[in-house]
C-alpha cells in the first residue's frame, strides 16, 4: 500500500517557478515508477511527466518539455516537479502517481494507476 500527498502549490504569476513535491509512505516506494498528472478547470485529466523507479529516466508531455522537471529522492520516498516559465493554461489541480508498470505512465493511462494522490492547487495568473 502507497499513500501519496501533494504539496507545494499556490498562486504564481507568469513567468514564475513553484516546485511541487509529493512524499510518499509504504516502504516499496522506491519501486514504483512515479509520475505527475494535471486537471484544469473543465478539463480532463492529463499527464504532465513520469520518472522511473530504478534508473531516473524521465518521460514529459510535450506542452511542458524544457520547462519542467521530474526528480525522486528514494531516500525521502519523495518525487519532485520543478515548474519554470508557467503561464495561465498550467493551472490545474496537479496529482501524484505511482504505477508499477512505466508504458501506462508514459501513455497517460487515467484508469491505470495504481496509486493517486490527492492533488495540489496551481493558480498562474496573468
Known amino acids: 500500500q502507497v499513500q501519496l500527498v501533494e504539496s507545494g502549490g499556490g498562486l504564481v504569476q507568469a513567468g514564475g517557478s513553484l516546485r511541487l513535491s509529493c512524499l510518499a509512505s509504504?516502504?516499496?516506494?522506491?519501486?514504483?515508477?512515479m509520475g505527475w498528472f494535471r486537471q484544469a478547470p473543465g478539463k480532463e485529466r492529463e499527464f504532465v511527466a513520469a520518472?522511473?523507479?530504478?534508473?531516473?529516466?524521465?518521460y514529459y508531455a510535450d506542452s511542458v518539455k524544457g520547462r519542467f522537471t521530474i526528480s525522486r529522492d528514494n531516500a525521502k520516498n519523495t518525487v519532485y516537479l520543478q515548474m519554470n516559465s508557467l503561464n495561465p493554461d498550467d493551472t490545474a489541480v496537479y496529482y501524484c502517481?505511482?504505477?508499477?508498470?512505466?508504458?501506462?505512465?508514459?501513455?497517460?493511462?487515467?484508469?491505470?494507476?495504481?496509486?493517486w494522490g490527492k492533488g495540489t492547487l496551481v493558480t498562474v495568473s496573468s
Open positions: 509504504g516502504r516499496t516506494f522506491s519501486s514504483y515508477h
Open positions: 520518472i522511473s523507479w530504478s534508473v531516473g529516466t524521465t
Open positions: 502517481a505511482a504505477n508499477k508498470l512505466w508504458a501506462p505512465m508514459t501513455r497517460g493511462s487515467i484508469g491505470g494507476m495504481d496509486y
